[in-house]
């Protein structure tokens, strides 16, 4: 028998289980998937539960649940991203013994006066030649290079760091290693090759794309999808208060998630079982119908 080659795509979904899975979040997992079919190539599902705080009891069960029950199979055991811990620390560790990060005791209150850029609050550098000890954060220094990356779908995105957000937070200071740094390690030992997510991520890229370079990491494709909203502008999310997608209507579900992409399903697919439509919608799959567009109404 031959050994099977190493698959050279490898893409993943990754949600964080702040509560069940929504129709937002459904879209951008079944983007995902058919990706990494089209290219003949392993998806994996990545469990983000490294921020207790936000979680909610039962959540990454519920959306391993609605994942199954809608057909999709994922490679490998499902990952949490929790056990990735010693990885996530060791990352940082390299960052501050080569003084490419550093500890900051800035308050919330501290940085109320500071300037805000794209990306929120524009870190002044009080800490960055030291600071007392104490409870802290750490943060990553930035520098004024133009970051820039071509997404798939969406215009070529580049940001300069030192004025959209300045030195920002890779540990927090509850002690919690932030999502840029997390995601960033995953998908590097994952050997992530394509990261296919919503486009409210998008500006997140470049912050990422840095801490590769820091790390000597290889940078992946992005693919970001336009981001669902209701009939008003909001984005679907818990907030907003967008229900758990249905377990006994699959295969409308899935039907108005492929429509919502720009797919064209036939009319009775969503009578089809979900094994069809994934063979219907690998075949047919053009994420080119995104191109450029950075929203999608949700119909009721
Ligand atoms: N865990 C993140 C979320 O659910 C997504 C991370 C990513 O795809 O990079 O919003
Ligand atoms: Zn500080």
Redesign the pocket.
């Known amino acids: 028998m031959q050994p099977r080659e190493p698959a050279s795509y490898v893409g993943r979904f990754?949600?964080?289980p702040t509560g069940p899975l929504h129709f937002g979040s459904l879209v951008t997992a079944v983007a995902s998937y058919l990706q990494a079919r089209i290219n003949n190539g392993q998806w994996l599902l990545r469990i983000?539960d490294i921020d207790p705080p936000r979680e909610q009891a039962g959540a990454a069960d519920a959306i391993i649940k609605a994942l199954d029950r809608y057909g999709f199979e994922w490679d490998g055991e499902t990952i949490f991203q929790s056990r990735s811990h010693e990885a996530h620390n060791i990352a940082l560790q390299s960052l501050v013994d080569r003084d490419l990060a550093y500890r900051c005791t800035c308050s919330r209150r501290d940085l109320l006066e500071a300037p805000t850029g794209l990306l929120g609050t524009i870190y002044p550098g009080t800490c960055r030649d030291g600071c007392e000890p104490g409870e802290s954060a750490i943060r990553l220094r930035t520098n004024n290079i133009e970051i820039s990356f071509d997404d798939t779908l969406q215009h070529a995105v580049s940001q300069r760091l030192e004025r959209e957000s300045g030195d920002f937070v890779i540990r927090r200071r509850d002690g919690l290693i932030a999502?840029h740094l997390a995601?960033v390690v995953d998908d590097e030992i994952q050997g992530v090759t394509e990261?296919v997510?919503g486009i409210d991520?998008m500006d997140s890229t470049p912050r990422q794309i840095w801490l590769q370079r820091l790390l000597n990491y290889r940078t992946p494709g992005y693919l970001h999808i336009p981001v669902i909203t209701h009939p008003d502008g909001d984005k679907l999310s818990k907030l907003t208060g967008a229900p758990e997608i249905s377990a006994a209507v699959v295969g409308q579900t899935l039907s108005r998630a492929l429509l919502a992409l720009g797919q064209k399903p036939p009319p009775d697919l969503l009578r089809w079982s979900p094994a069809d439509i994934w063979s219907w919608a690998t075949e047919n799959w053009q994420p080119e119908e995104l191109i450029g567009q950075r929203s999608i109404v949700k119909t009721p």
Do not use: D, F, H
Request: net charge neutral.
């Open positions: 990754a949600p964080s983000e999502y995601v990261v997510r991520l």
